[in-house]
C-alpha cells in the first residue's frame, strides 16, 4: 500500500468548512483512497472513499488532484462532534480477502466553539 | 448501516489469567474480520485477519499462541489474549467486512491487566 503523509494537526472554528490535506505520492493506478475518523475512546469510523473524481457523500467530500498524488477531505460546516483523528489510507486492492486497512498517525482535528 | 459489536467494552484481568473479545457483526454477514490494537496516543496496528472457517493471517510480531483468533461463523470472531500481562493493556478493536470492500468497525474493547 503507498505511504501517506499527513499533519499532525489542525484546529477549526465551528461552523466553518474544514480541508484536511493528505500526500500519496506514490499512489499507483488501482489504489483507491479512503478516509476513516475515530472519535476518542471508539473504533474508527468510515467517512468516504475515492479512486480519480471527487466524491460527496453526507458526512464530507473528496477532491483528488488530477495527478492523484493528493487528496483533500472538505468537512463542508465543522461541528464540535466533528474533533477526531482522522486517518487517510492509500489501499491497494489486489483481492477483497486480503484488504487490509493500513492506519498511519492522522491528523487530529480540534473545533473551537 | 452496518453494525459491529464488541464485547466487553471494558475489562480488567490480573496478570496470568486469560481474557477472550468477542467481535459481532449484526446485520451483516462477515466474511472476513480484523483484529487491530490500539497503545494510548498512537495509531491503530493490525494484528490479524481472519477469514471464516480458516486459520487467522497474524501480522509479523504478533504471536499466534498469545493472541487465539477463532472465526468460527460468518457472525462472530472472538481474540483470547493468554496468559495476558501488563504490557498486554491495550484498546482492542475489530472490524469486519461482507463481500464488499469497506470495513465495519467495532466499538473497541479497553483491556486493563493489573
Known amino acids: 500500500d503507498a505511504k501517506t503523509t499527513q499533519p499532525n494537526s489542525m484546529e477549526s472554528n465551528e461552523e466553518e468548512p474544514v480541508h484536511l490535506p493528505c500526500n500519496h505520492s506514490t499512489i499507483s493506478g488501482t489504489d483507491y483512497i479512503h478516509w476513516y475518523r475515530q472519535l476518542p475512546s471508539q473504533g474508527p469510523e468510515y467517512v468516504i472513499h475515492?479512486?480519480?473524481s471527487n466524491v460527496n457523500n453526507r458526512m464530507a467530500s473528496l477532491a483528488i488532484a488530477e495527478d492523484r498524488k493528493s487528496s483533500t477531505l472538505i468537512l463542508h460546516r465543522a461541528t464540535l462532534r466533528d474533533a477526531a483523528v482522522y486517518y487517510c489510507?492509500?489501499?491497494?486492492?489486489?483481492?477483497?480477502?486480503?484488504?487490509?486497512?493500513?492506519f498511519g498517525k492522522g491528523i487530529t482535528l480540534s473545533v473551537r466553539p | 448501516g452496518a453494525v459491529v459489536s464488541q464485547h466487553p467494552s471494558r475489562v480488567i484481568c490480573k496478570s496470568g489469567t486469560s481474557v477472550k473479545i468477542e467481535c459481532r457483526s449484526l446485520?451483516?454477514?462477515?466474511?472476513?474480520m480484523f483484529w487491530y490494537r490500539q497503545f494510548p496516543k498512537q495509531s491503530l496496528m493490525l494484528m490479524a485477519t481472519s477469514n471464516e472457517g480458516s486459520k487467522a493471517t497474524y501480522e509479523q510480531g504478533v504471536e499466534k499462541d498469545k493472541f487465539l483468533i477463532n472465526h468460527a461463523s460468518l457472525t462472530l470472531s472472538t481474540l483470547t489474549v493468554t496468559s495476558a500481562h501488563p504490557e498486554d493493556s491495550s484498546f482492542y478493536i475489530c472490524s469486519a467486512r461482507d463481500t464488499g470492500a469497506e470495513q465495519y468497525f467495532g466499538p473497541g474493547t479497553r483491556l486493563t491487566v493489573t
Open positions: 489510507i492509500v489501499k491497494t486492492v489486489l483481492c477483497l480477502t486480503n484488504s487490509k486497512l493500513t
Open positions: 475515492g479512486l480519480t
Open positions: 446485520d451483516f454477514q462477515a466474511t472476513t
